[in-house]
C-alpha cells in the first residue's frame, strides 16, 4: 500500500448541515425528508439518520444527502425521486440511502443535471433512469428491479464503479442510449430469455479492469456503438457475444477505484493498469469533463485543485491511501481521484475516475 499525507483543499466556507430524523431525536432540524430537500438552502448537507422516509423531489439546486446505516427511502406503492435542473457549479450528491421494499421499487429519476452528480452506495429494488446528465458517477451500488430495466441513461456521460445491476424479468441490466459510459469493477446481468448484460445505442462503452457484462440469451452487449475493453474485462455470455452493430477493441483500460473519505479518516484507491506501465494518480475536486490533447478520455478533476499523489510503476494494482482532514468545509463537495498511464508501447490513457464525496 502507497500513502499520502493529503490535506484537501477546504478554502470554501462549510456548507449548512441539517438533520433529518423521523424519530426526532436531539437535534433533529427536520422529520420529513421532502420537506428538508425543498426547506434547505443551496448548497446544503442533509444528515438522514436510520428510519423510513418518503421520496423527495428537487429542483434546480445543490444538495448532499448523507444516510446513516438503516436510513431507507420507502413508499406504499411505487414512488420516485426526481432530480432535475441542477445548474452548472452546483453538486448533487446521495450516500449511503437505501431504497424501495420488497413490493414497492424506487426509481431515482435524474433530468438536464449540468453539474456532477454522485449516487454512491445506494441499494435495493431500485431503478435509475438518468437523462442529459453531463457527469453522472455511480459507485457501489446495487440497482435490482423487479418489474424493468434497472439502469437506463440517455444522453449521458456516466461512470459507473464497483456496482451490481441485474434484471430480474425479461429486459437488460443496462440501456445507454447516446452518450458515454465508463465501467469498472461492477457487473450486469440481462433478465432471460431475451436480455443483454448491456443494451447500447449509438453511444460508446468502455469496460476497465473487473467489470463484467452478461447476457441471458442473447448477446452480453447488444445494439450499435463502440466498446472498448479491457483485456481482463469480461463477456459472461455462453458464449460471450456482442451485436453485429457494435465495434469492439480490446485494450488496457486503467481504473481508479475509491473507497472511504469519513472526515478524519482516510480515503483510498485501488489504481489498476497494465503491468509495467508508469502511472500518476492525482486528488482533486470534481469539474466538469476536459479533453486533455493526446488522450481520448477526459479529464473529471479540476486541474486548480488536482493534487499529485505520486508516480508508480504498475504490477495491475497499486493501493494508495490519503488523509481526509476533519474539516466541515469538506461537506458539500465531491473529488475524485484519476489517474495517468504511459505504457512502454507509446500508448497514454486517463483512468477511469473515481469520484467520492466526504461525509
Known sequence: ???????????????????????????????????????????????????????????????????????????????????????????????????????????????????????????????????????????????????????????????????????????????????????????????????????????????????ALTGSGAYDISGTGTVRRDPYASLGGSPPSVAPGVLMTVAAQPLALAYGGALGGNASCNFFGPSGAVGGMFLGEIAAPVVLPGFVDRVWIDPTTAIPIGVYVMGGLVTIQATVPNNLALLGRVFGWQGVVFEPTGVNSLSVPGPFTPW
Request: net charge neutral; hydrophobic share 45%.
Open 1 to 211: 500500500m502507497r500513502t499520502a499525507a493529503l490535506v484537501l483543499a477546504a478554502a470554501a466556507l462549510p456548507a449548512q448541515v441539517f438533520i433529518v430524523d423521523v424519530n426526532n431525536g436531539p437535534g433533529t432540524n427536520f422529520v420529513s425528508l421532502p420537506v428538508a430537500v425543498a426547506a434547505v438552502p443551496d448548497g446544503a448537507v442533509l444528515r438522514v439518520r436510520p428510519g423510513s422516509y418518503q421520496p423527495f423531489t428537487l429542483v434546480g439546486k445543490g444538495l448532499v444527502v448523507l444516510g446513516d446505516p438503516g436510513a431507507n427511502i420507502v413508499a406504499a406503492t411505487a414512488a420516485t425521486c426526481a432530480v432535475s435542473g441542477l445548474p452548472a457549479g452546483r453538486v448533487f450528491a446521495m450516500r449511503g440511502m437505501t431504497g424501495g421494499g420488497s413490493s414497492t421499487p424506487l426509481r431515482l429519476d435524474l433530468q438536464s443535471c449540468q453539474g456532477p452528480v454522485l449516487i454512491d452506495g445506494m441499494m435495493g429494488n431500485c431503478q435509475i433512469v438518468a437523462s442529459q446528465c453531463d457527469q453522472l458517477a455511480l459507485s457501489g451500488c446495487d440497482f435490482e428491479d423487479f418489474a424493468a430495466t434497472p439502469a437506463r441513461f440517455v444522453g449521458c456521460d456516466t461512470v459507473v464503479t464497483g456496482s451490481f445491476f441485474a434484471a430480474t424479468v425479461q429486459a437488460h441490466a443496462i440501456e445507454v442510449v447516446g452518450g458515454r459510459m465508463q465501467i469498472g469493477n461492477s457487473t450486469a446481468f440481462g433478465g432471460g430469455p431475451s436480455g443483454s448484460g448491456l443494451a447500447m445505442t449509438n453511444a460508446d462503452l468502455r469496460m476497465a479492469f473487473h467489470s
